[in-house]
């Protein structure tokens, strides 16, 4: 009877062991089960476009303030006039002057041809000499060099004028397009160089994610495909983005090559992704966002 129950309890031990050893490779294939989705990260960049003084001169208007919104087109800054309308006026004279110089000179070849043409007909019946004949050519060659100079002259002051009006015009600065003033560098009545940054213009209307994709899933990837977005920022919110353009050159190594275990460098490439369909709240440059290349949309 005693051999019996010590047999009945190794049975019951044996069994409690293949059920524990059962449950424990359940668990393990359920964990294995699980697939990790293919995320990767990319920040938020927009548009920044840097507004510069394009002559030098002393600032006499800024009509705009940080964080204003602005249309294209819209005055940004003006600079001082006075020197280069000085030099407009000078320029104008100038202009007029070889104007003047070349005119006189093209209605003296105008009459030498015509002075050459009454003599040529009186030459060919042998009433005017030879002599006078080249004289009235040599004169007529002169004239006619006298225009081309004068011409070369005129079309000179033109281009100072012209130079001179670019500047004048280039004293008032627009918005090449709709955004906001993110930066005001200058103040009025501060002498600015040129090229010197004025007012920084940020379109955010106009932002993209750039994330680095493997060279294992870039290939998967195609211009015009949707694809979610998510930010720990706004974790209840799912973006909108389209893929607008997939780089085919490598941006760099993400896993360094091995030599012990032959490995070799997986390389990434920049996929840059342009936001779309925002409503209630926003993405702002700078800010991370998580990419699923596991949902990726059909192209567009």
């Known amino acids: 009877m005693l051999n019996k129950k010590r047999t009945l309890l190794m049975l019951l031990i044996i069994a409690g062991c293949f059920a524990v050893s059962g449950c424990t490779t359940d668990e393990a294939d359920a964990a294995a089960a699980v ?4 995320i990767v990260t990319g920040t938020v960049e927009c548009k920044e476009v840097y507004i510069r003084a394009k002559i030098p001169g002393y600032l006499t208007d800024i009509p705009v303030a940080e964080g204003e919104e602005v249309a294209k087109g819209n005055l940004l800054f003006t600079s001082d006039q006075r020197d280069i309308l000085v030099k407009q006026t000078q320029a104008s004279a100038t202009v007029n002057a070889a104007k003047a110089v070349m005119e006189k000179a093209q209605a003296n070849v105008t009459l030498l041809e015509g002075e050459y043409g009454k003599y040529q007909e009186l030459y060919e019946i042998e009433a005017v000499a030879a ?12 004239a006619k060099l006298d225009v081309q100079a004068a011409t070369s002259q ?8 012209s130079e001179v009006n670019l500047n004048l015009s280039q004293t008032a600065q627009y918005a090449p397009c709709n955004g906001t003033v993110t930066l005001v560098s200058s103040s009025v009545g501060e002498l600015v160089g040129s090229g010197t940054t004025i007012i920084t213009l ?3 209307d106009d932002r993209w994610i750039n994330a680095n994709v493997d060279e294992y899933e870039v290939g998967k990837l195609t ?3 949707t694809i979610p977005l998510t930010s720990k920022t706004y974790p209840d919110t799912v973006f909108n983005g389209t893929i607008v353009n997939v780089s085919k050159n490598p941006d760099f190594a993400i ?7 032959n490995d070799q460098d997986v390389v990434t490439y920049k996929v840059k992704i342009a936001l779309s369909g925002e409503e209630d709240v926003m993405l ?3 800010m991370l966002v998580s990419v699923n290349l596991d949902e990726v949309g059909e192209a567009q």
């Open 131 to 142: 002599d006078t004949m080249d004289k009235l050519t040599t004169q007529l060659e002169a």
């Open 202 to 204: 940020t379109d955010y």
């Open 223 to 225: 211009i015009g495909q």
């Open 284 to 286: 702002y440059p700078g």
């Open 154 to 161: 005129y079309e000179a002051a033109q281009g100072v004028l």
């Open 35 to 38: 697939v990790e989705p293919n």
């Open 255 to 261: 896993k360094k090559s091995t030599n012990e275990l």
